[in-house]
DNA sequence: CGTTCATATGAACAACTATTCATATGTTCT
DNA sequence: AGAACATATGAATAGTTGTTCATATGAACG
């Protein structure tokens, strides 16, 4: 039941990652100064998406880079958020 | 960065339960029946999406009635999965 | 009131996840 | 070959999450 996707949709820091190179493809040094994570963090990171197939990967020279496998995940992400807003609006939560 | 909803949608049971109530509404026997679930564990994950605001309460006589805050959250969900499905496609597991 | 039905709650536990640290792998260049 | 850079991997750990069981709450009705 693609429990995978959402799983792994479900971590900010891998979301953050996906909207980080949803721009330009990055190397992984570059995502974690980017987003102030550490490298190792970054990489497992990175592993999941891949594992998913949200991201693909490209070796040049010594760097690696990572990019989206596709718009559509973006704006999967996008309109998550926008429905999360309007959700917060009339909230249960306490 | 609107951690809960992706962590609530991120459960295959709660999932299973919005698309069970996202026709009708439906209180807890109802749906621990037709998802072949224990009714506490129906209720812990009703409580959670409840606070996230992706269900709405009704009382009626002894009962508690369940629906969908909105359609929206299932055109969500069926994006989700169809890209999910497109992604395993070129999937990268082992 | 007590009983029955319907649901919620809380504690307990196992399974999973995110993160860190240390280390291994792989690539380029001298 | 060795050194330096870039990334991946594995073990360890703390924190979170899903599930179950037992029990509490609440509503209707005799």
Redesign the interface.
Known sequence: ???????C??D?NR??ILYCIGENEMCVNNISECLGLEQSLVSHHLREL?????VERERKGKKNFYRI??M??IE?LK???K??????E?????
Not at 1 to 7: A, I, R, V
Not at 90 to 94: E, L, R, T, V
Request: net charge negative; charged share 20%; hydrophobic share 30%.
């Open positions: 039941m693609n429990d995978g996707l959402f799983k949709l479900s900010s979301r953050r891949y594992q998913c197939g949200l496998s596709g559509e995940i999967l309109s998550a958020s429905l999360g807003d309007s959700l917060e009339c909230a249960n939560d306490q």
